[in-house]
Nanobody, 126 residues
């Protein structure tokens, strides 16, 4: 099992930026796809972005495409989510997760992710 620890959340005004980080334990980070998801109050958790193990493939939810960028540094066992042009509707707890199967790229399929972090709160004020 891999432990994931998100950081970088906070309070920002609309139009601002934040960079989330997700640090993973273990030595197999580079074998797995990683994903970012979010859950707003009263809503179900939803897909935000995903990245394949060597950063060849990335996918984004339609609502964040062009504003958010997912990246990873396998040497640091860390995946990032750069969030620009933030909107109040981006307010949520953001979670990172690891793909279940090594060498697989599940894209936005939430059921194919595991080892969820504890989440980091992002609040965007209008």
């Amino acid at each position: 099992q891999v432990q994931l620890l998100e950081s970088g959340g906070g309070l920002v005004q609309a139009g601002g930026s934040l960079r989330l980080s997700c640090a993973a334990s273990g030595r197999t980070f580079s074998s797995y796809a990683m994903g970012w998801f979010r859950q707003a109050p009263g809503r179900e958790r939803e897909f935000v972005a995903s990245i394949s193990r060597r950063s060849i493939n990335t996918d984004y939810a339609h609502s964040v495409k062009g504003r958010f960028t997912i990246s990873r540094d396998n040497a640091k066992n860390t995946v990032y989510l750069q969030m620009n042009s933030l909107r109040p509707e981006d307010t949520a707890v953001y979670y990172c997760a690891r793909g279940i199967y090594a060498y697989d790229y599940p894209g936005g399929r939430e059921s194919s992710y595991t080892d969820w972090g504890q989440g980091t709160q992002v609040t965007v004020s209008s």
